[in-house]
Protein backbone atom coordinates (compact mmCIF):
# COMPACT_ATOMS: atom_id res chain seq x y z
CA UNK A 1 0.00 0.00 0.00
CA UNK A 2 1.56 3.24 -0.76
CA UNK A 3 2.82 5.52 1.31
CA UNK A 4 1.13 8.82 -0.39
CA UNK A 5 -2.16 7.12 0.42
CA UNK A 6 -1.43 6.21 4.37
CA UNK A 7 0.19 8.93 5.54
CA UNK A 8 -1.14 10.31 9.29
CA UNK A 9 -4.52 10.06 8.55
CA UNK A 10 -7.72 8.00 9.89
CA UNK A 11 -7.57 6.45 6.46
CA UNK A 12 -5.59 4.48 3.58
CA UNK A 13 -7.21 5.12 0.32
CA UNK A 14 -11.36 5.40 1.79
CA UNK A 15 -10.19 7.10 4.51
CA UNK A 16 -12.04 9.18 7.23
CA UNK A 17 -13.81 12.25 7.81
CA UNK A 18 -15.27 15.06 9.26
CA UNK A 19 -19.35 16.45 9.99
CA UNK A 20 -19.92 19.99 9.33
CA UNK A 21 -22.54 19.39 12.42
CA UNK A 22 -21.92 19.12 16.34
CA UNK A 23 -21.62 16.23 18.22
CA UNK A 24 -25.34 14.43 19.15
CA UNK A 25 -26.20 13.16 22.40
CA UNK A 26 -29.01 10.50 23.35
CA UNK A 27 -30.05 7.36 22.90
CA UNK A 28 -28.79 5.11 19.58
CA UNK A 29 -31.07 6.63 17.36
CA UNK A 30 -30.33 7.88 13.91
CA UNK A 31 -28.84 10.69 14.89
CA UNK A 32 -26.56 9.71 17.66
CA UNK A 33 -25.29 6.74 15.61
CA UNK A 34 -22.98 8.85 13.43
CA UNK A 35 -19.38 9.03 13.37
CA UNK A 36 -17.77 12.11 12.19
CA UNK A 37 -13.88 11.75 10.74
CA UNK A 38 -11.47 13.45 9.01
CA UNK A 39 -9.62 12.29 5.28
CA UNK A 40 -6.27 13.56 5.05
CA UNK A 41 -6.71 13.42 0.74
CA UNK A 42 -9.86 13.23 -1.26
CA UNK A 43 -11.39 9.89 -2.50
CA UNK A 44 -9.49 9.09 -5.85
CA UNK A 45 -11.89 5.81 -6.73
CA UNK A 46 -14.21 3.55 -5.83
CA UNK A 47 -13.47 1.02 -8.05
CA UNK A 48 -12.20 -2.10 -6.74
CA UNK A 49 -10.19 -3.01 -10.02
CA UNK A 50 -8.18 0.30 -9.76
CA UNK A 51 -7.70 1.15 -6.33
CA UNK A 52 -4.44 1.20 -4.77
CA UNK A 53 -5.18 0.76 -1.67
CA UNK A 54 -7.79 -0.72 0.54
CA UNK A 55 -8.02 0.75 4.30
CA UNK A 56 -11.66 1.38 4.49
CA UNK A 57 -12.95 -0.12 1.67
CA UNK A 58 -13.97 -3.45 3.14
CA UNK A 59 -16.24 -1.18 5.37
CA UNK A 60 -18.34 -0.90 1.70
CA UNK A 61 -17.10 -4.08 -0.27
CA UNK A 62 -16.66 -7.60 1.30
CA UNK A 63 -15.37 -10.53 0.03
CA UNK A 64 -15.24 -14.30 1.02
CA UNK A 65 -14.09 -12.89 4.92
CA UNK A 66 -13.52 -9.88 6.70
CA UNK A 67 -10.76 -8.73 8.82
CA UNK A 68 -11.85 -8.90 11.95
CA UNK A 69 -9.85 -7.58 15.83
CA UNK A 70 -6.04 -8.74 15.15
CA UNK A 71 -6.45 -9.51 12.04
CA UNK A 72 -8.49 -12.84 12.12
CA UNK A 73 -10.59 -13.92 9.16
CA UNK A 74 -14.01 -13.48 10.09
CA UNK A 75 -17.25 -14.45 7.93
CA UNK A 76 -17.95 -12.70 4.95
CA UNK A 77 -20.19 -13.62 1.47
CA UNK A 78 -18.93 -17.33 2.23
CA UNK A 79 -20.46 -19.62 4.92
CA UNK A 80 -17.49 -21.65 4.50
CA UNK A 81 -14.09 -21.93 2.45
CA UNK A 82 -12.23 -25.14 2.10
CA UNK A 83 -8.79 -26.04 0.86
CA UNK A 84 -7.78 -29.27 -0.90
CA UNK A 85 -5.16 -31.70 0.70
CA UNK A 86 -2.54 -30.32 -2.14
CA UNK A 87 -3.49 -26.50 -1.40
CA UNK A 88 -4.20 -25.73 -4.52
CA UNK A 89 -8.23 -25.65 -5.09
CA UNK A 90 -10.38 -23.43 -2.79
CA UNK A 91 -14.17 -23.69 -2.68
CA UNK A 92 -16.04 -21.44 -1.36
CA UNK A 93 -20.08 -21.25 -0.53
CA UNK A 94 -21.77 -18.41 -0.64
CA UNK A 95 -24.68 -16.91 1.98
CA UNK A 96 -27.87 -15.81 0.72
CA UNK A 97 -26.63 -12.19 0.06
CA UNK A 98 -27.54 -8.97 -1.66
CA UNK A 99 -26.58 -6.58 -3.22
CA UNK A 100 -27.44 -2.42 -2.00
CA UNK A 101 -30.00 -1.95 -4.72
CA UNK A 102 -31.44 -5.51 -3.18
CA UNK A 103 -30.44 -8.22 -6.22
CA UNK A 104 -28.65 -11.27 -5.38
CA UNK A 105 -24.86 -11.56 -5.22
CA UNK A 106 -24.02 -14.41 -6.69
CA UNK A 107 -20.71 -16.83 -7.81
CA UNK A 108 -20.72 -15.43 -11.42
CA UNK A 109 -20.48 -11.65 -9.33
CA UNK A 110 -17.06 -13.06 -8.25
CA UNK A 111 -15.78 -15.03 -11.28
CA UNK A 112 -16.34 -11.38 -13.59
CA UNK A 113 -15.09 -9.29 -10.77
CA UNK A 114 -11.49 -10.97 -10.89
CA UNK A 115 -11.69 -11.42 -15.11
CA UNK A 116 -12.56 -7.47 -15.01
CA UNK A 117 -9.32 -6.69 -12.89
CA UNK A 118 -6.69 -8.63 -14.23
CA UNK A 119 -8.15 -8.21 -17.75
CA UNK A 120 -4.35 -5.51 -19.22
CA UNK A 121 -7.69 -2.97 -20.19
CA UNK A 122 -8.24 -2.27 -16.71
CA UNK A 123 -4.79 -1.78 -15.85
CA UNK A 124 -5.05 -2.85 -12.55
CA UNK A 125 -1.78 -1.89 -9.91
CA UNK A 126 -2.38 -4.92 -7.82
CA UNK A 127 -3.28 -7.42 -10.95
CA UNK A 128 -0.44 -9.29 -9.98
CA UNK A 129 -1.94 -10.82 -6.78
CA UNK A 130 -3.37 -13.02 -8.78
CA UNK A 131 -0.33 -14.28 -10.43
CA UNK A 132 -1.29 -17.61 -8.06
CA UNK A 133 -4.29 -18.06 -9.96
CA UNK A 134 -4.16 -20.65 -13.00
CA UNK A 135 -3.35 -17.83 -15.94
CA UNK A 136 -3.00 -15.17 -14.40
CA UNK A 137 0.43 -14.14 -14.73
CA UNK A 138 0.05 -14.92 -18.84
CA UNK A 139 -3.63 -12.71 -18.49
CA UNK A 140 -2.05 -9.67 -17.31
CA UNK A 141 0.69 -10.17 -19.52
CA UNK A 142 -1.89 -9.95 -22.54
CA UNK A 143 -0.83 -13.70 -23.52
CA UNK A 144 -4.76 -15.28 -22.65
CA UNK A 145 -7.70 -14.04 -22.29
CA UNK A 146 -9.15 -13.49 -18.94
CA UNK A 147 -11.74 -15.90 -18.86
CA UNK A 148 -8.86 -18.19 -18.76
CA UNK A 149 -8.41 -17.07 -15.28
CA UNK A 150 -8.64 -19.79 -12.37
CA UNK A 151 -11.63 -19.19 -11.43
CA UNK A 152 -15.70 -20.58 -11.99
CA UNK A 153 -18.73 -20.59 -10.88
CA UNK A 154 -20.32 -24.65 -9.98
CA UNK A 155 -23.71 -22.91 -9.27
CA UNK A 156 -24.66 -19.80 -8.24
CA UNK A 157 -23.51 -20.15 -4.59
CA UNK A 158 -20.20 -22.22 -4.91
CA UNK A 159 -17.00 -20.64 -6.17
CA UNK A 160 -13.96 -22.49 -6.98
CA UNK A 161 -10.09 -21.24 -7.55
CA UNK A 162 -7.73 -22.91 -9.01
CA UNK A 163 -3.96 -21.81 -7.52
CA UNK A 164 -0.57 -22.68 -9.80
CA UNK A 165 0.76 -23.28 -5.89
CA UNK A 166 -0.36 -23.30 -2.72
CA UNK A 167 -0.93 -19.82 -0.94
CA UNK A 168 0.10 -19.46 2.99
CA UNK A 169 -1.77 -16.77 3.27
CA UNK A 170 -4.33 -16.81 0.44
CA UNK A 171 -7.38 -17.18 3.31
CA UNK A 172 -6.26 -14.05 4.90
CA UNK A 173 -5.97 -12.13 1.22
CA UNK A 174 -9.56 -13.67 0.33
CA UNK A 175 -10.61 -10.57 2.95
CA UNK A 176 -8.96 -8.30 0.52
CA UNK A 177 -11.87 -6.03 -0.84
CA UNK A 178 -9.83 -6.36 -4.42
CA UNK A 179 -11.01 -10.01 -4.28
CA UNK A 180 -14.50 -9.22 -3.46
CA UNK A 181 -17.38 -9.62 -6.50
CA UNK A 182 -18.39 -6.70 -8.76
CA UNK A 183 -22.05 -6.76 -10.71
CA UNK A 184 -21.39 -7.26 -14.45
CA UNK A 185 -24.80 -5.76 -14.94
CA UNK A 186 -23.96 -3.18 -13.30
CA UNK A 187 -21.02 -2.76 -15.14
CA UNK A 188 -22.99 -2.55 -18.23
CA UNK A 189 -25.49 -0.57 -16.96
CA UNK A 190 -23.51 2.19 -16.12
CA UNK A 191 -20.83 1.88 -18.80
CA UNK A 192 -17.97 4.45 -18.36
CA UNK A 193 -19.83 5.98 -15.24
CA UNK A 194 -19.03 3.11 -13.67
CA UNK A 195 -17.56 3.97 -10.05
CA UNK A 196 -16.95 7.90 -10.96
CA UNK A 197 -19.99 8.45 -8.58
CA UNK A 198 -21.46 6.79 -5.48
CA UNK A 199 -24.80 6.30 -7.77
CA UNK A 200 -22.93 4.42 -9.96
CA UNK A 201 -22.00 1.71 -7.99
CA UNK A 202 -23.21 -1.37 -5.93
CA UNK A 203 -22.29 -2.20 -2.87
CA UNK A 204 -21.55 -5.80 -0.45
CA UNK A 205 -20.33 -4.49 2.82
CA UNK A 206 -21.88 -3.17 6.08
CA UNK A 207 -22.55 0.53 4.62
CA UNK A 208 -22.55 2.25 1.02
CA UNK A 209 -21.49 5.48 0.06
CA UNK A 210 -23.27 8.97 -0.79
CA UNK A 211 -23.02 12.30 -1.60
CA UNK A 212 -19.17 11.33 -3.74
CA UNK A 213 -19.13 13.16 -6.93
CA UNK A 214 -16.01 11.57 -8.29
CA UNK A 215 -13.69 14.75 -7.05
CA UNK A 216 -15.24 16.47 -4.17
CA UNK A 217 -13.83 16.93 -0.48
CA UNK A 218 -16.84 15.79 1.20
CA UNK A 219 -18.81 11.81 1.02
CA UNK A 220 -20.33 9.59 3.44
CA UNK A 221 -21.17 6.35 4.60
CA UNK A 222 -24.24 5.33 5.67
CA UNK A 223 -26.13 1.66 6.45
CA UNK A 224 -26.74 -1.03 4.02
CA UNK A 225 -30.32 -2.38 4.78
CA UNK A 226 -29.46 -4.86 2.27
CA UNK A 227 -26.07 -6.24 4.03
CA UNK A 228 -26.28 -9.90 4.96
CA UNK A 229 -25.46 -9.08 8.45
CA UNK A 230 -27.09 -5.76 8.87
CA UNK A 231 -28.61 -6.71 12.13
CA UNK A 232 -25.39 -5.93 13.96
CA UNK A 233 -24.45 -2.59 12.56
CA UNK A 234 -25.35 0.20 14.76
CA UNK A 235 -23.77 3.10 12.92
CA UNK A 236 -26.47 4.77 10.78
CA UNK A 237 -23.66 7.03 8.97
CA UNK A 238 -19.97 8.24 8.72
CA UNK A 239 -19.31 11.32 7.32
CA UNK A 240 -16.24 12.67 5.67
CA UNK A 241 -14.36 15.78 4.70
CA UNK A 242 -10.68 16.32 4.10
CA UNK A 243 -9.08 18.28 6.57
CA UNK A 244 -5.29 18.20 5.37
CA UNK A 245 -4.23 20.74 8.19
CA UNK A 246 -3.43 18.72 11.51
CA UNK A 247 -4.42 21.48 13.75
CA UNK A 248 -7.61 22.17 11.89
CA UNK A 249 -8.60 18.76 12.69
CA UNK A 250 -7.52 18.75 16.16
CA UNK A 251 -9.47 22.15 16.83
CA UNK A 252 -12.30 20.60 15.39
CA UNK A 253 -12.33 17.04 17.55
CA UNK A 254 -11.58 19.28 20.82
CA UNK A 255 -14.92 21.29 19.52
CA UNK A 256 -16.74 17.82 19.73
CA UNK A 257 -17.38 17.84 15.35
CA UNK A 258 -14.44 15.41 15.07
CA UNK A 259 -15.04 11.98 17.04
CA UNK A 260 -11.67 11.19 15.77
CA UNK A 261 -8.33 13.01 15.16
CA UNK A 262 -4.88 11.92 13.96
CA UNK A 263 -1.88 13.52 15.37
CA UNK A 264 1.10 14.96 14.52
CA UNK A 265 4.58 14.66 15.65
CA UNK A 266 4.16 18.07 17.52
CA UNK A 267 0.84 16.97 18.79
CA UNK A 268 2.02 13.91 20.14
CA UNK A 269 4.20 15.35 22.93
CA UNK A 270 1.23 17.12 24.33
CA UNK A 271 -1.00 13.83 24.64
CA UNK A 272 1.11 10.95 25.36
CA UNK A 273 -0.76 10.59 28.91
CA UNK A 274 -4.31 11.02 27.75
CA UNK A 275 -6.51 8.57 28.14
CA UNK A 276 -8.13 9.14 25.14
CA UNK A 277 -4.48 8.54 22.88
CA UNK A 278 -5.43 5.34 20.49
CA UNK A 279 -2.51 3.89 18.77
CA UNK A 280 -3.87 2.93 15.74
CA UNK A 281 -0.44 2.41 13.77
CA UNK A 282 -0.04 0.61 10.70
CA UNK A 283 2.35 -1.65 9.10
CA UNK A 284 4.38 0.79 7.15
CA UNK A 285 8.05 1.14 6.74
CA UNK A 286 9.29 4.13 5.42
CA UNK A 287 12.74 3.63 3.59
CA UNK A 288 15.18 5.04 1.16
CA UNK A 289 14.66 3.33 -2.54
CA UNK A 290 17.80 3.36 -4.28
CA UNK A 291 17.55 3.78 -8.83
CA UNK A 292 19.61 1.03 -9.76
CA UNK A 293 18.89 2.49 -13.18
CA UNK A 294 19.48 5.93 -12.88
CA UNK A 295 19.39 8.24 -15.85
CA UNK A 296 22.43 9.14 -15.01
CA UNK A 297 25.22 7.17 -15.94
CA UNK A 298 27.22 8.87 -12.89
CA UNK A 299 25.01 8.75 -10.30
CA UNK A 300 23.92 4.80 -11.29
CA UNK A 301 27.93 4.02 -10.65
CA UNK A 302 27.40 5.22 -7.34
CA UNK A 303 24.24 3.74 -6.21
CA UNK A 304 25.23 0.33 -7.91
CA UNK A 305 28.26 0.25 -5.78
CA UNK A 306 27.19 -1.78 -2.41
CA UNK A 307 30.21 -0.14 -0.04
CA UNK A 308 28.71 3.29 -0.68
CA UNK A 309 25.23 2.19 0.03
CA UNK A 310 26.22 0.24 3.36
CA UNK A 311 27.65 3.71 3.96
CA UNK A 312 25.20 5.26 3.71
CA UNK A 313 22.65 3.20 6.02
CA UNK A 314 25.12 3.14 8.87
CA UNK A 315 25.82 6.60 9.00
CA UNK A 316 21.92 7.04 9.78
CA UNK A 317 20.96 6.90 13.71
CA UNK A 318 17.56 5.56 13.55
CA UNK A 319 17.25 5.50 17.30
CA UNK A 320 17.81 9.05 16.76
CA UNK A 321 15.45 9.51 13.61
CA UNK A 322 12.47 7.53 15.19
CA UNK A 323 12.22 8.25 18.96
CA UNK A 324 13.90 12.06 18.84
CA UNK A 325 12.95 13.67 15.69
CA UNK A 326 9.84 11.48 14.98
CA UNK A 327 8.58 11.19 18.88
CA UNK A 328 7.61 7.16 17.65
CA UNK A 329 7.31 4.75 19.94
CA UNK A 330 7.32 1.65 18.01
CA UNK A 331 10.48 -0.55 17.84
CA UNK A 332 13.37 0.66 16.05
CA UNK A 333 13.17 -1.47 12.15
CA UNK A 334 15.50 -4.04 11.96
CA UNK A 335 14.99 -4.97 8.00
CA UNK A 336 12.13 -4.36 5.64
CA UNK A 337 9.95 -5.80 7.31
CA UNK A 338 7.93 -3.96 10.32
CA UNK A 339 7.48 -5.27 13.74
CA UNK A 340 4.23 -7.16 14.58
CA UNK A 341 3.37 -7.88 11.33
CA UNK A 342 4.01 -12.23 11.27
CA UNK A 343 5.05 -14.13 13.77
CA UNK A 344 7.35 -17.75 13.64
CA UNK A 345 4.76 -20.45 12.74
CA UNK A 346 6.77 -22.90 14.86
CA UNK A 347 8.19 -20.41 17.59
CA UNK A 348 5.84 -17.43 17.48
CA UNK A 349 8.96 -14.95 17.14
CA UNK A 350 8.53 -11.88 15.88
CA UNK A 351 9.87 -12.16 11.92
CA UNK A 352 11.21 -8.22 13.00
CA UNK A 353 13.44 -9.88 15.49
CA UNK A 354 14.49 -12.95 13.32
CA UNK A 355 15.95 -10.92 10.28
CA UNK A 356 18.50 -8.94 11.95
CA UNK A 357 21.97 -8.37 10.09
CA UNK A 358 24.76 -6.90 12.32
CA UNK A 359 26.44 -3.84 11.19
CA UNK A 360 23.76 -2.95 8.20
CA UNK A 361 20.92 -0.64 10.24
CA UNK A 362 23.05 -0.13 13.24
CA UNK A 363 24.44 3.15 13.86
CA UNK A 364 28.11 3.16 12.94
CA UNK A 365 29.64 6.12 11.82
CA UNK A 366 33.15 4.81 11.80
CA UNK A 367 32.32 1.77 9.70
CA UNK A 368 30.15 3.63 7.62
CA UNK A 369 33.14 6.22 6.99
CA UNK A 370 35.54 3.05 6.15
CA UNK A 371 32.46 1.79 3.34
CA UNK A 372 32.16 5.15 2.67
CA UNK A 373 36.08 5.70 1.48
CA UNK A 374 36.06 1.88 0.04
CA UNK A 375 33.47 2.79 -2.34
CA UNK A 376 34.82 6.45 -3.49
CA UNK A 377 37.75 4.19 -4.21
CA UNK A 378 36.09 1.84 -5.92
CA UNK A 379 34.59 4.68 -7.82
CA UNK A 380 37.67 6.83 -8.88
CA UNK A 381 35.90 10.13 -7.57
CA UNK A 382 36.70 11.93 -3.99
CA UNK A 383 32.92 13.59 -4.21
CA UNK A 384 29.21 12.33 -4.43
CA UNK A 385 26.13 13.96 -5.09
CA UNK A 386 22.74 12.32 -5.34
CA UNK A 387 19.44 14.18 -4.94
CA UNK A 388 16.41 12.45 -2.86
CA UNK A 389 13.25 12.41 -3.99
CA UNK A 390 10.23 13.22 -1.35
CA UNK A 391 6.55 14.20 -1.32
CA UNK A 392 5.80 17.15 0.48
CA UNK A 393 1.91 15.91 1.20
CA UNK A 394 3.49 14.18 4.30
CA UNK A 395 4.78 16.77 7.13
CA UNK A 396 7.05 14.48 8.50
CA UNK A 397 8.97 14.17 5.11
CA UNK A 398 10.36 17.68 5.81
CA UNK A 399 11.94 17.11 9.20
CA UNK A 400 13.20 13.48 7.72
CA UNK A 401 14.48 14.91 4.66
CA UNK A 402 16.38 17.84 6.68
CA UNK A 403 17.64 15.08 9.71
CA UNK A 404 19.03 12.46 6.54
CA UNK A 405 20.84 15.75 4.70
CA UNK A 406 22.61 16.93 8.28
CA UNK A 407 23.57 13.48 9.31
CA UNK A 408 24.88 12.20 5.80
CA UNK A 409 26.57 15.37 5.18
CA UNK A 410 28.63 15.55 8.41
CA UNK A 411 29.42 11.56 8.33
CA UNK A 412 30.62 11.49 5.46
CA UNK A 413 33.08 13.42 3.77
CA UNK A 414 32.39 14.95 0.21
CA UNK A 415 28.68 13.57 -0.02
CA UNK A 416 26.11 16.19 -0.86
CA UNK A 417 22.98 15.84 -0.36
CA UNK A 418 20.06 17.81 -2.58
CA UNK A 419 16.77 17.45 -1.37
CA UNK A 420 13.48 17.86 -4.18
CA UNK A 421 9.81 17.98 -2.53
CA UNK A 422 7.38 17.59 -4.91
CA UNK A 423 3.37 17.07 -4.47
CA UNK A 424 2.97 13.10 -4.11
CA UNK A 425 1.46 12.66 -7.78
CA UNK A 426 4.37 14.11 -9.09
CA UNK A 427 6.72 12.11 -6.85
CA UNK A 428 5.13 9.24 -8.01
CA UNK A 429 4.90 9.92 -11.58
CA UNK A 430 8.46 10.54 -11.24
CA UNK A 431 9.71 7.15 -9.40
CA UNK A 432 7.38 5.50 -12.28
CA UNK A 433 9.71 6.72 -15.14
CA UNK A 434 12.69 5.88 -12.62
CA UNK A 435 13.75 10.01 -12.90
CA UNK A 436 15.69 10.06 -9.52
CA UNK A 437 18.24 8.96 -7.69
CA UNK A 438 17.22 7.89 -4.60
CA UNK A 439 13.36 8.79 -2.59
CA UNK A 440 11.89 8.50 0.56
CA UNK A 441 9.28 5.76 0.07
CA UNK A 442 7.18 4.09 2.19
CA UNK A 443 4.95 0.72 2.10
CA UNK A 444 2.57 -0.78 4.00
CA UNK A 445 1.12 -4.33 4.70
CA UNK A 446 -1.80 -5.18 2.32
CA UNK A 447 -1.94 -8.71 4.38
CA UNK A 448 -0.37 -10.15 7.60
CA UNK A 449 3.04 -12.01 6.06
CA UNK A 450 6.16 -10.66 5.26
CA UNK A 451 5.76 -11.44 1.55
CA UNK A 452 3.34 -7.88 1.37
CA UNK A 453 6.53 -6.71 1.77
CA UNK A 454 9.53 -8.56 0.53
CA UNK A 455 7.88 -9.10 -3.27
CA UNK A 456 8.02 -5.50 -3.55
CA UNK A 457 12.21 -5.96 -4.33
CA UNK A 458 11.58 -8.91 -6.29
CA UNK A 459 12.99 -8.06 -9.69
CA UNK A 460 10.05 -7.29 -12.37
CA UNK A 461 7.52 -6.59 -9.51
CA UNK A 462 5.14 -3.16 -10.03
CA UNK A 463 6.75 -1.08 -7.60
CA UNK A 464 10.04 -2.02 -7.78
CA UNK A 465 10.46 1.08 -9.54
CA UNK A 466 14.20 1.71 -8.44
CA UNK A 467 14.62 -1.90 -10.45
CA UNK A 468 16.67 -3.62 -7.76
CA UNK A 469 18.10 -7.00 -8.77
CA UNK A 470 19.52 -9.48 -6.68
CA UNK A 471 19.57 -13.27 -8.32
CA UNK A 472 20.08 -14.79 -4.59
CA UNK A 473 17.46 -12.86 -3.44
CA UNK A 474 14.79 -13.42 -5.79
CA UNK A 475 15.71 -16.90 -5.89
CA UNK A 476 15.07 -17.70 -2.43
CA UNK A 477 11.58 -15.53 -2.64
CA UNK A 478 10.61 -17.84 -5.96
CA UNK A 479 11.53 -20.77 -3.34
CA UNK A 480 9.24 -19.92 -0.62
CA UNK A 481 6.97 -18.98 -3.40
CA UNK A 482 7.12 -22.42 -4.60
CA UNK A 483 8.89 -25.99 -3.76
CA UNK A 484 8.21 -24.40 0.02
CA UNK A 485 5.04 -22.98 -0.02
CA UNK A 486 3.46 -25.80 1.58
CA UNK A 487 5.62 -26.30 3.92
CA UNK A 488 5.27 -23.24 6.82
CA UNK A 489 8.83 -23.73 8.70
CA UNK A 490 10.49 -23.90 5.24
CA UNK A 491 8.82 -21.03 3.62
CA UNK A 492 9.25 -19.25 6.97
CA UNK A 493 13.65 -19.81 6.40
CA UNK A 494 13.50 -18.64 3.37
CA UNK A 495 11.74 -15.24 3.88
CA UNK A 496 14.03 -14.59 6.95
CA UNK A 497 17.05 -15.78 4.46
CA UNK A 498 15.87 -13.10 1.68
CA UNK A 499 15.05 -10.32 4.13
CA UNK A 500 18.96 -11.01 5.70
CA UNK A 501 20.14 -10.66 1.98
CA UNK A 502 18.51 -7.67 1.53
CA UNK A 503 19.57 -5.90 5.02
CA UNK A 504 23.81 -7.12 3.92
CA UNK A 505 22.95 -5.93 0.41
CA UNK A 506 21.42 -2.68 1.33
CA UNK A 507 18.95 -2.62 -1.57
CA UNK A 508 16.06 -0.55 0.15
CA UNK A 509 17.24 1.16 3.12
CA UNK A 510 14.66 0.77 6.08
CA UNK A 511 14.85 4.35 7.69
CA UNK A 512 11.46 3.75 10.84
CA UNK A 513 8.47 1.69 11.16
CA UNK A 514 5.56 4.54 11.01
CA UNK A 515 3.65 5.42 14.22
CA UNK A 516 0.63 6.82 14.21
CA UNK A 517 -1.55 7.91 17.11
CA UNK A 518 -5.61 9.33 17.43
CA UNK A 519 -7.30 11.11 19.74
CA UNK A 520 -10.38 9.42 19.77
CA UNK A 521 -13.55 10.57 21.84
CA UNK A 522 -14.76 8.36 24.95
CA UNK A 523 -18.24 7.70 23.50
CA UNK A 524 -16.82 6.04 20.72
CA UNK A 525 -17.16 2.01 20.70
CA UNK A 526 -15.64 -0.92 19.42
CA UNK A 527 -13.44 0.55 16.18
CA UNK A 528 -11.75 -2.70 14.80
CA UNK A 529 -8.14 -1.56 13.58
CA UNK A 530 -5.79 -3.96 11.74
CA UNK A 531 -2.31 -3.48 11.05
CA UNK A 532 -2.41 -4.95 7.72
CA UNK A 533 -4.86 -4.75 4.67
CA UNK A 534 -8.25 -3.84 5.42
CA UNK A 535 -7.11 -0.87 8.12
CA UNK A 536 -10.57 0.00 9.69
CA UNK A 537 -13.72 -2.01 10.19
CA UNK A 538 -16.59 0.02 12.01
CA UNK A 539 -19.15 -2.75 11.91
CA UNK A 540 -19.61 -3.14 14.84
CA UNK A 541 -18.81 0.95 15.97
CA UNK A 542 -21.23 2.75 17.97
CA UNK A 543 -21.66 5.73 20.09
CA UNK A 544 -22.55 5.08 23.23
Known sequence: ??????????????????????????????????????????????????????????????????????????????????????????????????????????????????????????????????DSIVNGAAITAGKMAPDKLGIKAINSHTVQISLVKPVAYFKTLMAYPLFGPQSEKAVKKYGSKYGTKSQFMLYSGPFKIVNWNGTGNTWAYVKNNEYWDHKVVK?????????QSPTTSLNLYKQDKLDVTALSTEQLRNYQKDPNLKDYSYSMIS???????????????????VNIRRAISLAIDRSLLSKKVLGYKSAITTGFVPHGLANDPKTGTDFADQQ?????????????????????????????????????????????????????????????????????????????????????SGWGGDFKDPITFLQIPLANTPYNTGKYNNPHYNELINRAANQDANNAEKRWQDLINASKVLNQDQGMSPLFQDDTYYLQQPNVKNIIHNTAGTQWNYKYTYIK
Open 235 to 243: LKRINYNVI
Open 356 to 440: TVKNTLNYNPTLAKQYWNKGLKELGVKNVSLTLLSSNDDPNNGVVTQYLKGQLESVLKGFTLNLRSVPSQIANQEGQKGEFDFSL
Open 287 to 305: YLKYNFNDPNAKNKKVINN
Open 1 to 130: MKKILATAALTVLLGTTLAACGKQNGNQDSKSQTLNLAAESPLPTIDISKSTGYGSTGNVFESFYRLGKNGATTPGLATSGTSSKDGKTWTFKLRNAKWSDGSPITANDFVYSWQRTVNPKTKSQYSYLF
